[in-house]
């Protein structure tokens, strides 16, 4: 039995309170979610991939009840700042917030010069600095390695 799929919409409700991170682009959800480690957090967590989106062609929206403060918003920053954080209050948005490329990132990638002080020291911080925002280049305090996606 075949189906034409090309119309079904996928419906997903409404949160009541939390947030949504919308223009994410599309694939990239997964990867968001692995690390602001949603899976640690105990809460509704909807991840909806390959939405239909006229700026974008095709996005991904994560939305999450709970409060702002579950997540960190310098690693979405980090991952893409073109994501958009609506905060939802009684199933309505009340606040749209902005992002933009964190100075600095911790814990979030790890140095991968093995002369590095953090590959001795194995408790110490993985801290990246932005050095360059125009070409989005960030670099391991310690040693100054440039940072590879």
Do not use: W
């Amino acid at each position: 039995m075949n189906k034409d799929t090309s119309s079904v919409t996928l419906s997903v409700g409404k949160i009541k309170d939390g947030f949504v991170l919308d223009h994410i682009e599309a694939g990239k959800s997964m990867e968001l979610y692995r690390y602001l480690g949603l899976d640690n957090l105990d809460c509704c967590v909807a991840i909806i991939k390959n939405v239909p989106s006229k700026l974008m062609g095709k996005k991904d929206i994560i939305k999450i009840e709970g409060s702002l403060e579950l997540i960190n918003l310098d690693i979405i920053g980090f991952i893409d700042h073109n994501i958009t954080v609506n905060i939802i209050k009684d199933g309505m948005i009340v606040e749209k917030k902005e992002l933009s490329l964190p100075n600095t990132i911790t814990d979030v990638i790890k140095c991968k010069n093995p002369r590095c002080i953090t590959s001795i020291e194995q408790e110490l911080k993985h801290i990246f600095v932005l050095t360059d925002k125009e070409n989005q280049v960030y670099r391991c305090k310690y040693c100054e390695e440039k940072y590879h996606s």
